[in-house]
C-alpha cells in the first residue's frame, strides 16, 4: 500500500485526486494539508506540512508556491518523496527544489500530462530544424481566471525545452507593449490569456517565411494531470535522493 500525504487536498487539482485515489486499490490518502477547511475529507487535514505528523510514503503536491519552501523542508527531514506540481516558483525556490533533491527524491513537472511530456520530445527533436531554418517560436497558453502565476509553468517549461534545443541563447519575452522594434530572431515569445475555465491549453507556434507550424495541447480535464501525478507517486516511494522527471515514470524507469 502506497501512504500519500496531499499537500493542498481542498483545491481543485487536490480534490480530483483525492476521488482518484479512493479508487485504487494499492493506494491511499492518509492525511491532507490545506490552509482552507471547507471541505470534509475521509483522512484528517493540517494547516501546514510541519503539523502533519502521519506516517506516509509520498507527498503529492498541488497548493500555492508560498508553502513549497516549507514543504521542501519537511520531506527533507523527514525523507519522505515529493512529488511537486505547483507552479510559480521563484528562482530561489528553483534553487531549493535542487538542493531538497541531493536529500530526498522530488518529482518535479509543471505538467503532469502525457501529451506535454510527449511534445517536450519532440520539440527536442523539431526546434533544432526549425530554428536553424529561421522559423520564429512563440508560445500562447490559456488557462481559467482563478490561476495565481503567469505564463504558466508550462510555457515557461516549453520555452526551456526550445532554447536548449536551439543553442541555449535566445531571450524570452512576455510583453512588447512598450516596443518601437522588430522582433529580433532570438527570442521566444510567450503570451497568457485568462479566462473563464479553460483547463488549460498551450500552442508552441514555428512562424517561418509563408508558413506557420503549431503543435497544441488542450487540456479538456484536471483527471489528465491526475493520472500522471498518481503514477508519478506511485513511481516516486521508496526512490534515493535525487531529481525525477515524467520522462522517467512514462518509461517506467
Ligand atoms: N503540474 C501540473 O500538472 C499542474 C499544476 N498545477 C498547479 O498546482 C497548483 C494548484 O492548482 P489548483 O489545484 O488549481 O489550485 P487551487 O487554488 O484550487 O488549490 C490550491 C489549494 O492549496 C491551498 N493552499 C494555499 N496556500 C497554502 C499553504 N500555504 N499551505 C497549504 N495549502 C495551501 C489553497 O487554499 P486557499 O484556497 O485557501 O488558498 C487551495 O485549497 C497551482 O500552482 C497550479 O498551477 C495545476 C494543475 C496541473
Ligand atoms: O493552474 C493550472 O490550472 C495549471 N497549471 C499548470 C501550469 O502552470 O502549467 C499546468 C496546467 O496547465 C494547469
Partial sequence: MVRVIMHGCNGRMGQVITEMIA???EMEIVAGVDLSDHIQNSYPVFKSMKDCDVEADVVIDFANAKAVDGLLDV???RNLPCV???TGLSEEQ???VKEASGKVAILRSANMS??????MKLLKDAVPVLAA????MEIVEKHHNQKLDA???TAIALADVMNQAAGGDYEYVYDRSTRREKRPEKEIGISAVRGGTIVGDHDVIFAGQDEVITFSHMAYSRKLFA???VSAARFLAGKPAGMYDMSRVIEGK
Avoid: F, Q, R, W
Wanted: aromatic share 4%; charged share 15%.
Fill in 23 to 25: 479508487k485504487e486499490a
Fill in 75 to 77: 520531506c527533507v527531514e
Fill in 84 to 86: 511537486l506540481c505547483t
Fill in 94 to 96: 528553483l534553487a531549493h
Fill in 114 to 119: 502525457m501529451g506535454i511530456n510527449l511534445l
Fill in 133 to 136: 531554418a529561421g522559423y520564429d
Fill in 151 to 153: 505564463p504558466s509553468g
Fill in 227 to 229: 493520472t500522471g501525478a
